[in-house]
């Protein structure tokens, strides 16, 4: 049916031909996102952004709680 002289040479899963190299075209915004939203940094980034929320989140609640049952 084929001919094996088709001259096509399928290497798809030859580990040489793969290019892991992140072209330096990206947007700036997924070199941000990298460096701050991964790795050890960004455990730290979301714990303090976490433990922010939560400080706001309870003095907003104090302060309506305060203006509430102030009568």
Do not use: F
Not at 3 to 22: I, S
Not at 48 to 57: D, I, K, R
């Amino acid at each position: 049916m084929e001919t094996n002289e088709t001259g096509v040479q399928y290497n798809r899963w030859n580990e040489d031909n793969l290019n892991m190299q992140v072209p330096h075209s990206q947007s700036r915004l997924i070199g941000v996102y990298n460096r701050l939203c991964t790795g050890r940094l960004g455990i730290v980034m979301k714990v303090a952004t976490s433990l922010t929320v939560m400080a706001v989140t309870y003095i907003v609640g104090y302060i309506t709680g305060y203006y509430v049952h102030r009568c």
